[in-house]
C-alpha cells in the first residue's frame, strides 16, 4: 500500500481542482498560487505516483483514463473529508472557513446587499467569497458551496430554500417618456411602444409577463435597445429610452423619487422568490445556514429548522 504524507494530500486536491476547473489558470485562481506553480505541483504528484494524469495542449486539458479513474474516487473521498468538518463545526460556537456564493444581481443587490455588513460582523470567521452572475451556472462544477436564483431556475437535483416572498414584476417609465409616447391602457399596447428588451442568461430574448392567473398575457416587445441585466434596463428608463420590465422591489427608490412611474400597475406579474440551492448529498456548509436564517429574517420570514431541508420554502 502506498503511503502519502499531507504534502500529496494538498497535491491531490491541486489534481481534482485542475479537473474539476478544466483549466489551469482557473483552478490557479480558485487555490490562490500560479499556474506554474500549479504546473509544478501536477508534474511532482504525476512524478511520486508513476502515472501521467493529464494530458496538456497549449489549449485544453484532459485527464487520462487513469486520471479520471483517480479523480472520481478523490471526489467521494474529499467530500468525505468536507462533511467530516462540516459537522465538526456544528460544535463550534461560531462557524469558520469560506463561504462561496454565486448570485443573481438583482438578488446580490436586493437580498444579499441589506444584511452584508450585519452578517460579516457577526461571523468574522467566515470570508463570504461572492460572484455575481446572472447565467446559469453549476456551482458544484464552479467550486461553489451555494447559488441563488429565482425558484423557478433552481435544478431540481438541489435543496432550494426561498428567501422571499413571491417578487413583483412591473413595467416602468420616465415621465418625459411617457409625455412623448404615451401611457399604455393595456399590455398589447406595449408592442407599439418603444421598450428595453431582456436577454436572459441563454442569449434569449425574454417576452414580458404581465397579470397572474387566467389573465397573464405574453407581450413581445420591440425597441432601440436590448439589455442582459437590471441596471442597463432602469438606467435607460430613467434616461427616457424605453419602457422596462423589472422587480418592483428594484425600482421602488426611483419610483418615489419620481424618476420613473409605473404603468399598468394593475397588471403586474407574480413571480418566483429569490431562492438559494446547493447540492442536496452535501451538509450545509459553514455560515450558511446562518446567512440564509439573517436573510429570511430581514425578509419577515420564519428561519430554518435544522441545518438541512430537501424542499423549497
Same mark, same amino acid.
Given at each position: ?51 501521467? $494524469? %493529464?494530458? *496538456?495542449?497549449? +489549449?485544453?486539458? =484532459? !485527464? ?8 472520481? #474516487? ?102 418625459? $417618456? %411617457?409625455? *412623448?409616447?404615451? +401611457?399604455?391602457? =393595456? !399590455? ?8 428595453? #428588451? ?102 419577515? $420570514? ?12
Amino acid at each position: 500500500m502506498r503511503t502519502f504524507d499531507r504534502a500529496m494530500l494538498a497535491d491531490l486536491n491541486v489534481f481534482l481542482t485542475i479537473i474539476r476547473r478544466g483549466s489551469m489558470t482557473q483552478a490557479a485562481i480558485e487555490l490562490g498560487v500560479s499556474t506554474s506553480a500549479l504546473s509544478h505541483r501536477l508534474r511532482k504528484l504525476e512524478g511520486d505516483l508513476g502515472v501521467r $494524469l %493529464i494530458n *496538456r495542449t497549449s +489549449r485544453s486539458i =484532459r !485527464p487520462t483514463q487513469a486520471g479520471a479513474n483517480l479523480a472520481a #474516487q478523490l471526489d467521494d473521498g474529499f467530500q468525505t473529508i468536507r462533511d467530516a468538518l462540516t459537522t465538526l463545526e456544528q460544535h463550534r460556537q461560531f462557524p469558520m472557513g469560506r463561504l462561496r456564493l454565486n448570485v443573481l444581481r438583482d438578488a446580490a443587490r436586493l437580498v444579499l446587499g441589506p444584511v452584508l455588513r450585519r452578517y460579516v460582523d457577526a461571523f468574522p470567521d467566515i470570508h463570504l467569497d461572492v460572484t455575481v452572475d446572472d447565467r446559469m451556472v453549476d456551482v458544484v462544477g464552479e467550486g461553489f458551496d451555494a447559488g441563488i436564483r429565482y425558484g423557478d431556475r433552481v435544478p431540481h437535483d438541489m435543496v432550494g430554500i426561498a428567501l422571499t416572498a413571491p417578487l413583483d414584476w412591473v413595467v416602468v417609465a420616465s415621465p418625459d $417618456l %411617457i409625455a *412623448r409616447h404615451g +401611457r399604455p391602457e =393595456r !399590455p398589447q399596447d406595449l408592442a407599439r411602444l418603444p421598450c428595453v #428588451q431582456m436577454r436572459v442568461g441563454d442569449n434569449s430574448s425574454f417576452p414580458w409577463e404581465l397579470g397572474n392567473g387566467e389573465n397573464l398575457v405574453q407581450v413581445d416587445v420591440r425597441g432601440p435597445a436590448c439589455a442582459n441585466e437590471t441596471e442597463h434596463s432602469v438606467d435607460a428608463a430613467i434616461r427616457g429610452v424605453g419602457f422596462a420590465y423589472c422587480l418592483a422591489r428594484r425600482v421602488a427608490e426611483e419610483v418615489r423619487s419620481g424618476a420613473l412611474e409605473i404603468v399598468l400597475p394593475d397588471w403586474a406579474s407574480e413571480g418566483p422568490p429569490f431562492t438559494i440551492y446547493y447540492p442536496s448529498r452535501r451538509q450545509l456548509p459553514p455560515g450558511l445556514r446562518q446567512l440564509i436564517d439573517m436573510i429570511r429574517a430581514e425578509e419577515g $420570514l420564519p428561519a430554518l429548522v435544522g441545518t438541512r431541508s430537501n424542499t423549497s420554502l
